[in-house]
Structures are given as structure tokens and as C-alpha cells.
Nanobody
Framework: QVQLVESGGGSVQAGGSLRLSCAVS???????????MAWFRQVSGKEREGVVV???????TYTESVKGRFSISKDNVKARLFLQMNNLKPEDSGMYYC???????????????????RGQGTQVTVSS
């Protein structure tokens, strides 16, 4: 059974940083490097938003509001996905989810419903 477990969320003041991690288990090691993965976030009462995707070829696409502040990375040996978040703003607050799918994807593949595997989320709260 494939599981994604996020960690690293917390409460910070505006301008601070957090690093989110997503640990993947139960997925074939040989296929992980080619998996399409992304981070989404959702604020209570608002629509879920795709933050960044790292596609099958390793290219990344960020939503405009986080460009230059967030950075996604992937450890193919340890089957982990990371999201480094710098210069955080109150509007970055929300529940952050890690998602994954073994199918090929390219570019801005930020459709929540497409991803087969999803974590339970980790809460990020940024105060002004």
C-alpha cells in the first residue's frame, strides 16, 4: 500500500521559513524517480490550490504567487519530496498536501483529481 506522509508544518511569522517533507512508502523504488509529484494547499473554506509540480522529467512549475520564494526538490534514493518555503506570507497559510502519480506528466500538471496518491496534509500557519 502506497502511503505519503507529510511533515514539517508549523507556525511562523511573516518572513520566516519552513521546510516541508513528504515521505513515500510502499512504492517501487525503481519507479519513484519517474513519478509525477506535486504540493497542493488549501485554506478552510477556499478552493484547493496547486502550488508546485515536479514532472516526470524533473521539470518544475510553480504557481505565480510562490515563484522565487518556494523550492521543490526530490530525493530519489530516500523516496522523499521536499518543499522549501522562504519569505512566508500570511496568505501562504493552509493545509499542505503532497500528491503523487506514476503516470507520465509534463509541465503545469496541477489537477488534484488526477493524482492517485495523496497525503493527509501538514498545517502551515503564517502570522503577520
Amino acid at each position: 500500500q502506497v502511503q505519503l506522509v507529510e511533515s514539517g508544518g508549523g507556525s511562523v511569522q511573516a518572513g520566516g521559513s519552513l521546510r516541508l517533507s513528504c515521505a513515500v512508502s510502499g512504492y517501487p523504488d525503481s519507479a519513484y524517480s519517474r513519478a509525477c509529484m506535486a504540493w497542493f494547499r488549501q485554506v478552510s473554506g477556499k478552493e484547493r490550490e496547486g502550488v508546485v509540480v515536479i514532472d516526470t522529467e524533473g521539470s518544475t512549475t510553480y504557481t505565480e504567487s510562490v515563484k522565487g520564494r518556494f523550492s521543490i526538490s526530490k530525493d530519489n534514493v530516500k523516496a522523499r519530496l521536499f518543499l522549501q518555503m522562504n519569505n512566508l506570507k500570511p496568505e501562504d497559510s493552509g493545509m499542505y498536501y503532497c500528491v503523487m502519480d506514476g503516470r507520465f506528466c509534463r509541465g503545469a500538471h496541477l489537477m488534484w483529481g488526477w493524482y492517485t496518491y495523496r497525503g493527509q496534509g501538514t498545517q502551515v500557519t503564517v502570522s503577520s
